[in-house]
């Protein structure tokens, strides 16, 4: 198995550009998650998914964030408008357990400069 | 409230045994304890997960006392590659009662020659 799939790797934007990240998960997984990284806030989890049905969006930060998951193997996370603070890693992970017992398994992760 | 307490950083040497222990004073009855580890510039990956007493597996071990208020992750005979950010997690309660695996800020665990 290739493992879960990002892209971009590296993506670098200007401020107040629509900015879109991809992650495809492993398949079978049914549960797929989209952190962010940064040094001030560490890994803060933004949104996850159960079957292609977004499960808890509490983590994200503001209306300018979305997420979707239009089908088992596809997701995305947009920003729009970006500003400078949404720099970070952005990563995805799938599992095919329950949130509690299930191993996550991670991208590689996007790294988002927006200048 | 945190839901995990590590130590921020630790140094260790080639061939030493190395544990980190992760404080988690609040855990739910259901929850699991699971430890990745990450190194730079990549997602964390799984080390092990317990639930109570000790597990062990081909990397690491974990120990989880009876009240299972605390759990020691141990690297027997770290070596140079070994130096990486570990994260203890137990869950979180979102908004509507879904279970959040929580990341906390993690061990920056440097191996030296």
């Known amino acids: 198995d290739a493992g879960v799939i990002q892209s971009p790797r590296h993506e670098v934007t200007e401020m107040g550009q629509e900015v879109t990240l991809r992650c495809k998960p492993i398949?079978?997984?049914?549960?797929l998650f989209w952190y962010r990284q940064t040094m001030m806030r560490g890994l803060e989890l933004l949104i996850y998914?159960?079957?292609?049905?977004?499960?808890?969006d509490s983590g994200m930060p503001e209306d300018r964030f979305s997420a979707k998951m239009p089908n088992a193997s596809f997701s995305t996370l947009k920003i729009q408008p970006s500003e400078p603070r949404d720099s970070a890693v952005y990563f995805c992970?799938?599992?095919?357990?329950?949130?509690?017992?299930?191993?996550?398994?991670f991208g590689e992760g996007s790294r988002l400069t927006v200048l | 409230l945190a839901k995990t307490t590590q130590p921020i950083s630790m140094d260790s040497y080639e061939g030493q045994e190395v544990n980190i222990t992760c404080s988690h004073n609040?855990?739910?009855?259901?929850?699991?304890i699971t430890w990745y580890q990450q190194f730079p510039s990549q997602g964390p990956r799984f080390i092990i997960q317990?639930?109570?007493t000790k597990v062990t597996n081909e990397v690491a071990s974990l120990f989880i006392p009876a009240d299972r208020k605390s759990s020691t992750l141990s690297l027997p005979r770290v070596s140079l590659s070994d130096t990486a950010v570990y994260y203890c997690?137990?869950?979180?309660?979102?908004?509507?009662?879904?279970?959040?695996?929580?990341f906390g800020r993690g061990t920056s665990l440097i191996v030296h020659p």
């Open positions: 992970a799938s599992s095919f357990r329950d949130t509690n017992t299930g191993e996550l398994f």
């Open positions: 398949s079978g997984h049914d549960y």
């Open positions: 998914f159960n079957n292609n049905v977004p499960i808890d």
């Open positions: 609040n855990i739910a009855t259901n929850d699991y």
């Open positions: 317990g639930y109570k």
């Open positions: 997690l137990v869950g979180d309660i979102g908004t509507g009662g879904s279970y959040i695996p929580t």
